[in-house]
């Protein structure tokens, strides 16, 4: 099982990125997807996760309105694209799946990615 996140980079305040995050070695369109973040000296945060078929999302409050995640399951990547970035969205981002539910606990969680670190200078 793999899964290798990317499009990380630095960027300035009201910049976009695109993250994506490749998986291999399951059967992606059985799993749910999410996005964590982790910032220096603070724990694993919940971003957005989005259900197997990609028509149901959620989001931690902070980013409603300027992240969106999305899927294509003939890719077997997830995507999440960032706009309007502010300095607190800087962290290492981090891609999940999970076979059960719609999880906002990274401990739910059975794959993890390796993270692609995302800076937003002001």
């Known amino acids: 099982v793999q899964l290798q996140a990317s499009g990380g980079g630095l960027v300035q305040a009201g910049g976009s990125l695109r993250l994506s995050c490749a998986a291999s070695?399951?059967?992606?369109?059985?799993?749910?997807m999410a996005w964590f973040r982790q910032a220096l000296g603070k724990e694993r945060e919940f971003v957005a996760v989005i259900n197997w078929s990609g028509y149901r999302m959620a989001y931690v409050d902070s980013v409603k309105g300027r992240f969106a995640i999305s899927r294509d399951n003939a890719k077997n990547t997830v995507y999440l694209q960032m706009n309007n970035l502010k300095p607190e969205d800087t962290a290492v981002y981090y891609c999940a799946a999970d076979r059960a539910r719609q999880s906002r606990s990274a401990g739910e969680y059975d794959y993890w990615g390796q993270g692609t670190l995302v800076t937003v200078s002001s």
């Open positions: 070695g399951f059967t992606f369109s059985n799993y749910i």
